[in-house]
């Protein structure tokens, strides 16, 4: 059985969906790779924008999702970053 | 102040330079948390190196107060006489005890992962009455005598970090066995340790040995976080 994901690992994951796509992703794409319910990708996506990791791009009535210069630096850390909260106990 | 001068001379410089030690220690564990904090926007990572910076502030006062009663040719104090010092001492007791606590209790409510300004403001409030609280019944209702009050002071403050440490001691204990990581528990061990130095250091107002020892003690549990922390970056 798979371990549990960390927040941490999910937000990489979804952030890994989003750069492989050429940086553009519509959300039921991003649903059917991260592997999440509906409801978790809302949040998580949220989090994102607000994070700013990840851009939302309208255009008329469909709307993608774009990885930052933000994201794309998390994902580039994110050994150090899981290394860190790990040792820590902050996951 | 008589717990000040409890200890030989030599051992209170030998204290300066430790608690030094453990303001950079500290310091450095704080730096990488606001450092990955940046990456990662992850509130428990700033909420960490809040505590961790707290607790570097504390033991930097502490150096302070210690190296103006042992040397106050060097940091110049109006009118140096017993009274000034240990007024100085015990302010600077004071702050350095509610600026440790305030790191401890920062610490144990990120290991709660909750998210509650309000939780978080209650458990401070808390703290900082149950420091101050004694010190007004000692000064109000009984003799206000100084030792008294700093012995007060010392053993609540003690009993405090014993409390909060347990508290995330527990929090570690159940981290490791779920992540398996040998560093979380290798922090676990150092928070352990520094239970044990508080414990060890409310002897020290009797045995100025246990004075050294709790010093040792904690030496050795910053000295665990420095190797996980240097670990964990050189990755």
Redesign the interface.
Known sequence: MNKKRS??EIIKDILEVIRNKNGRIKPTHILYKSNLSYGMMEEYLDELIK?E?VKVNQIQKNKTYSITEKGN??LS?Y???S????????? | MTYFYMVPKVFLEFSIIMQIIFAIVALL?SY??FK?YK????R??KL?GISFLLISISYIIWAIIHSAIVFPSIIKIAQTTTTNISRLGGIGMLTHVIIFISGLITLAY??LKIKSGKIYYLILTLGIISIIAPLIIILIIFEPLESSTLYTLLITSRILSIFFLTFIIY??LE??SK?K?K??L???AAFFLMLLSNADFIFSLIYYQAYILGHILEFIAYLFILI??L???K?
Do not use: A, D, W
Request: no cysteine.
């Open positions: 927040r941490l994070k990791f630096n998390y850390q050994k150090l970053i290394e860190f909260t790990n040792s820590f106990g902050l996951n | 564990v990488f948390s990955i990456i990662s926007r992850q428990e990572t960490f990120t290991t929090n570690y981290e490791y992540n990581n560093k979380t290798l922090i676990g996980s922390l670990h964990t970056i990755k």
